[in-house]
T-cell receptor, first 113, second 115 residues
Framework: AQSVTQLGSHVSVSEGALVLLRCNYS??????LFWYVQYPNQGLQLLLKYTSAATLVKGINGFEAEFKKSETSFHLTKPSAHMSDAAEYFC???????????FGKGTLLTVNP | DSGVTQTPKHLITATGQRVTLRCSPR?????VYWYQQSLDQGLQFLIQ???????AKGNILERFSAQQFPDLHSELNLSSLELGDSALYFC??????????????FGPGTRLTVL
């Protein structure tokens, strides 16, 4: 069975500080991994995806994530947080013939001025 | 704007009632997915359709059903509603059947409140 674990339901950073949102996965097949962002009262928007090409994936809005198979991790980072980054972030996975996305519980990012 | 539209935006109804949620995928997308987002369960996959045919089923209750029409829009029918069905229901679409090289584009969601 596939599962996604996001460590920390709430992360708070200061504006300009490093953002690190953690995601670990469990899968019996090579995974495809995604990070989505959800702003209040909106749908989910794809930030970036890993599809077995480069292990370091760059996304929109300055975010990037690194796939580490040995650690079964796909952490999301951004060097300098901006107030507009405040939102909920979801790590998701699919794999093999599994068409659906399995989501983590989400991490709410707060950015303090 | 993802290009995926969902109606209605909000829905308030009573227990025991039946509602229909509608989704129009992005132009050219053949796959439609339905997800439920609730505080206790998080984001959960319900069902997928590809070009009119059911492709995958997730944690969808027997009281819930869906279909995809020839024009590719999809409807999610929820019946015998219970308080616990209150949630945000998302529709997503993608070009292909699998997710290997195609992302899912999410609609803005329908917020269902069951009183």
């Amino acid at each position: 069975a596939q599962s996604v674990t996001q460590l920390g339901s709430h992360v708070s950073v200061s504006e300009g500080a490093l953002v690190l949102l953690r995601c670990n996965y469990s899968s019996s097949v090579p995974p495809y991994l995604f990070w989505y962002v959800q702003y209040p009262n909106q749908g989910l928007q794809l930030l970036l995806k890993y599809t077995s090409a480069a292990t370091l994936v760059k996304g929109i809005n300055g975010f990037e994530a690194e796939f580490k198979k040995s650690e079964t991790s796909f952490h999301l980072t951004k060097p300098s947080a901006h107030m507009s980054d405040a939102a909920e972030y979801f790590c998701a996975m699919s794999g093999g013939s599994n068409y659906k996305l399995t989501f983590g519980k989400g991490t709410l990012l707060t950015v303090n001025p | 704007d993802s290009g995926v539209t969902q109606t209605p935006k909000h829905l308030i109804t009573a227990t025991g009632q039946r509602v229909t949620l509608r989704c129009s995928p992005r132009s050219g997308d053949l796959s439609v997915y339905w997800y439920q987002q609730s505080l206790d369960q998080g984001l959960q996959f319900l069902i997928q359709y590809y070009n009119g045919e059911e492709r995958a089923k997730g944690n969808i209750l027997e009281r819930f059903s869906a279909q995809q029409f020839p024009d590719l829009h999809s409807e999610l029918n929820l019946s015998s509603l219970e308080l616990g069905d209150s949630a945000l229901y998302f529709c997503a679409s993608s070009v292909a059947e699998t997710l290997a090289y195609n992302e899912q584009f999410f609609g803005p969601g329908t917020r269902l409140t069951v009183l």
